[in-house]
T-cell receptor
Framework: ETGVTQSPTHLIKTRGQQVTLRCSSQSGHNTVSWYQQALGQGPQFIFQYYREEENGRGNFPPRFSGLQFPNYSSELNVNALELDDSALYLC????????????FGPGTRLTVL | GNSVTQMEGPVTLSEEAFLTINCTYTATGYPSLFWYVQYPGEGLQLLLK?????DKGSNKGFEATYRKETTSFHLEKGSVQVSDSAVYFCALTSGTYKYIFGTGTRLKVLA
């Protein structure tokens, strides 16, 4: 059974640029959630996708957007990058939108200069 | 709203010492409670969970009991190892789609 994978591992961008992060969910999981983890903090919920639709959103501006594909993989897009967007971005997959256990990938470390 | 409060770190222990990391929560309804562990440079790994009051989650020598009366889910281990050095996160979900995490507690175990 393949776990949750994310790419790239690390990324460096400059302020104002756009970035796309990718996530492949665990086999059999149809729900993907994205979290932002700033240095020294706990993860903060960005949004969740279920069956290719956004199923819930945290307190993040519209420049954070996402997609989910028919194979349940997902992308997180961030436009107009700001310095405070520097963080570890975590993807988690689960069997369903209200299934209580989420399984996390290794994360993408984004640095904005 | 829902929230999770963890004890401040870092926690530094000698090998084979007893570990307690405190976690308390505020939530409506009946949340599920989790402990995740994050090793340096890695994502989160599920350590244990409990889904109802008085349940005890356990894994790899770690355990935590869901105490509704004290709204707590403290993590314990009887004898820590150097390999347990990591950041530990308490989290809850309460009938919704997202986890609420605590700020994490860094554990350092010395040989």
């Amino acid at each position: 059974e393949t776990g949750v994978t994310q790419s790239p591992t690390h990324l460096i961008k400059t302020r104002g640029q756009q970035v796309t992060l990718r996530c492949s969910s665990q086999s059999g999981h149809n729900t993907v959630s994205w979290y932002q983890q700033a240095l020294g903090q706990g993860p903060q919920f960005i949004f969740q996708y279920y069956r290719e639709e956004e199923n819930g959103r945290g307190n993040f501006p519209p420049r954070f957007s996402g997609l989910q594909f028919p194979n349940y993989s997902s992308e997180l897009n961030v436009n107009a990058l700001e310095l405070d967007d520097s963080a570890l971005y975590l993807c988690a997959s689960s069997l369903g939108p209200t299934t209580d256990t989420q399984y996390f990938g290794p994360g993408t470390r984004l640095t904005v200069l | 709203g829902n929230s999770v409060t963890q004890m401040e770190g870092p926690v530094t222990l000698s090998e084979e010492a007893f570990l307690t990391i405190n976690c308390t929560y505020t939530a409506t309804g009946y949340p599920s409670l989790f402990w995740y562990v994050q090793y340096p440079g890695e994502g989160l790994q599920l350590l244990l969970k409990a889904t109802k009051a008085d349940d005890k989650g356990s894994n790899k020598g770690f355990e935590a009991t869901y105490r509704k009366e004290t709204t707590s889910f403290h993590l314990e281990k009887g004898s820590v190892q150097v390999s347990d050095s990591a950041v530990y996160f308490c989290a809850l979900t309460s009938g919704t789609y997202k986890y609420i995490f605590g700020t994490g507690t860094r554990l350092k175990v010395l040989a």
